[in-house]
């Protein structure tokens, strides 16, 4: 009996779920990279990008091609790039709403009263 399509989307999203691996497919949503171009813009230890890079291939979400002793990666699937595009949009909305909210709230504050002072 196959997982059931939720479960099987909250593991898609855990596979998401890491800086590097957004960071990453954000790259590849512009182009193909190779792994040292990727390392200059993610900032990570060779190892530590190798291993995120694992965990994508392993989620068939790139795809590596090899030239000469460089690896080059790419998106597997264009959507994943309109995915991020959403999640931008998305992330967008909430934070303007939490800056109005903050507005709100800063404009209903009331003035702070003088400083008591100390005694010594």
Known sequence: MSAPLYQLKAEF???LGHPVRIRVLE???EREHAVS?????VGVEAA??????????RANLV???REGSAVHY???????????????TILS???AGQAELLADLQA????????QRRSS
């Open 93 to 95: 909305g909430v934070l």
């Open 13 to 15: 999203f855990k596979t």
């Open 74 to 88: 790419s998106l597997a699937n264009p959507q994943v790039a309109e995915l991020l595009r959403v999640a931008r």
């Open 48 to 57: 530590h990008l190798s291993q995120q890079l694992a965990v994508l291939r």
């Open 27 to 29: 790259l590849l949503s």
């Open 37 to 41: 171009e990727m390392l200059t813009e």
């Open 63 to 65: 795809v590596p091609r």
């Open 108 to 115: 209903d504050e009331p003035e702070t009263a003088p400083r």
